[in-house]
């Protein structure tokens, strides 16, 4: 949406209904912490309830602060090289097959996503879709038990301006560590490299261990800075 003359990205929130991303530059509103309140309060007139700004910097880190605004959670932003060879695929996850993903997934995918994830990270159908639409290319893939097709793990990478990008991963609790997200990894991996994607990102909350630990072995490296997310108090 344009605010006086500036762009503002609205980006729903994942599970949190009614909350939203506000993607406005961060240049504006260093020099005038205003243009957040201004772009919150547009952002409340086409109904949005909870606000939400990412800072990227210290400096960005300090005005928030300042502000009002609140820190919510801290994310890892990692990178892998797009000349990297692709790590070997794990022969252990049979049962489950992987396809493309499909609207009459939602669902089944939006459940298994509520297992893996705290409210504030779970996906709506809103998030999804926008998770589907970010980028100009998408790879969404599923897994699927074999015997009944339920889903049990699902990935979407996304593609633009020469970079691949890891959206969104989960893996039923039930199937955890039997190798399916390096499954979906090298998959998305594979697609970003047949779209010589100079590197694949990836964030992950700073207390997702075993996340952390899956990208670098799969030759993600950690950038020195992380995304912090801050939140408009409820008053
Ligand atoms: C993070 C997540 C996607 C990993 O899924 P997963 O299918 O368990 O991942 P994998 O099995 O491929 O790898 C996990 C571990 O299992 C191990 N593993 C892989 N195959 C295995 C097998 N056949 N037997 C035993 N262990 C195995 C791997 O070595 C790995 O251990 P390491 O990271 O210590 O080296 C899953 O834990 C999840 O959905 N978590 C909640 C949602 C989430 O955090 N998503 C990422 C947000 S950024």
Redesign the pocket.
């Known amino acids: 949406m344009q605010v006086a003359g500036r762009s503002v990205r609205l980006s729903p929130w994942y599970g949190f209904d009614g909350a939203v991303l506000l993607g406005l530059a961060p240049a504006l509103w260093l020099r005038d912490p205003a243009w957040l309140d201004i772009a919150r309060r547009a952002a409340a007139a086409r109904g949005w309830r909870r606000f939400l700004v990412q800072a990227t910097t210290p400096a960005q880190r300090l005005a928030l602060d300042a502000a009002g605004w609140v820190l919510v959670d801290e994310l890892y932003v990692l990178f892998r090289r797009g000349s990297l060879e692709l790590p070997p695929v794990?022969h252990?996850a049979r049962g489950v097959e992987m396809r493309r993903g499909r609207a009459a997934d939602t669902a089944e995918l939006l459940e298994v996503d509520h297992r893996?994830?705290e409210p504030f990270w779970m996906m709506n159908e809103a998030a999804l879709r926008e998770a589907l639409q970010a980028t100009p290319r998408t790879r969404f893939r599923v897994l699927a038990s074999a015997d009944d097709d339920r889903v049990v793990?699902y990935a979407i990478f996304g593609l633009g301006a020469g970079e691949g990008y890891l959206q969104r991963?989960?893996?039923d609790p039930r199937?955890?560590?039997?190798?399916?997200?390096?499954?979906l990894i090298v998959d998305g991996l594979r697609w970003a490299k047949r779209w010589r994607a100079r590197r694949v990102g990836?964030?992950?909350?700073r207390s997702?261990e075993?996340?952390l630990?899956?990208y670098q072995?799969l030759g993600f490296e950690m950038e020195p800075n992380g995304i912090t997310i801050y939140a408009w108090p409820d008053h």
């Open positions: 794990p252990t893996c994830f793990g991963i989960a893996v199937y955890q560590g039997r190798g399916l997200a390096t499954r990836v964030n992950t909350q997702n075993t996340a630990r899956l072995r």
